[in-house]
């Protein structure tokens, strides 16, 4: 059954240094979105991409957050300067289309921890 | 504004029926999903509802009152392995994003 898929599933970092998180989606995608999940908090929405450009993002999602999709199958989130805050689980999903019942699939994520 | 408000824990026994409750207040409305989470992995789909009345899917059942802006998930023969986080989460219109409550800790004993 196809997947999302995260690497890395861990990443540790010095605060104020930049990250890049990669996702792979699910290949006929063609919606994506970064969600993030503090330790014990609930799934916050970042930011969804369409089309080569992003169609919609949350307050969360600063100058500091970029995405990217550099290529046929990777889609990249990239934090500049990461702050202890930025420390949470980051999980990438996609969607085949965007309207109502279409189910977005969650990848396994990835753990930053910011020190 | 939105809100989606669910229990923060549950218990029940293996075997039995658990109902998991959730309210919600967005915008617009355009689907109420549940997902499964457990503990350091990804949420996991179960079910969808767009329109009033119940979903069926095996264990787990899901039911929509557009009206009253309520949802519950029903799991019935519970398994050990049913114990997770119960993520509502709800979409205000068109593609945008899910918007999650802080899910529902359900404990499944023996």
């Known amino acids: 059954e196809p997947e999302v898929t995260q690497t890395p599933s861990h990443q540790v970092t010095q605060m104020g240094q930049e990250v890049i998180l990669r996702c792979v989606p699910i290949s006929n995608h063609l919606y994506f979105y970064w969600y993030r999940q503090i330790l014990g908090q609930k799934v916050e929405f970042l930011v969804s991409f369409y089309n080569n450009e992003i169609s919609e993002k949350s307050e969360i999602f600063d100058d500091q957050f970029s995405v990217e999709r550099p290529d046929g199958s990777n889609f990249t989130l990239k934090i500049r300067s990461t702050k202890l805050e930025d420390s949470a689980m980051y999980f990438c999903?996609?969607?085949?289309?965007?309207?109502?019942?279409?189910?977005?699939?969650f990848g396994p994520g990835t753990r930053l921890t910011v020190l | 504004g939105q809100n989606i408000d669910q229990p923060t824990e549950m218990t029940a026994t293996e075997g039995a029926i658990v109902q998991i409750n959730c309210t919600y207040q967005t915008s617009g409305f355009n689907g109420l999903f549940w997902y499964q989470q457990h503990a350091g992995e990804a949420p996991t789909f179960l079910s969808y509802n767009v329109l009033d009345g119940l979903e069926e899917k095996g264990r787990f059942s899901s039911f929509l009152s557009r009206s009253k802006g309520y949802s519950y998930l029903l799991l019935k023969e519970l398994q050990m392995k049913d114990s997770a986080s119960y993520l509502c989460?709800?979409?205000?219109?068109?593609?945008?994003?899910?918007?999650f409550g802080k899910g529902t800790r359900l404990s499944v004993i023996a």
């Open positions: 989460a709800a979409k205000n219109s068109g593609n945008t994003p899910l918007v």
């Open positions: 999903a996609s969607s085949e289309g965007g309207g109502p019942g279409n189910e977005q699939f």
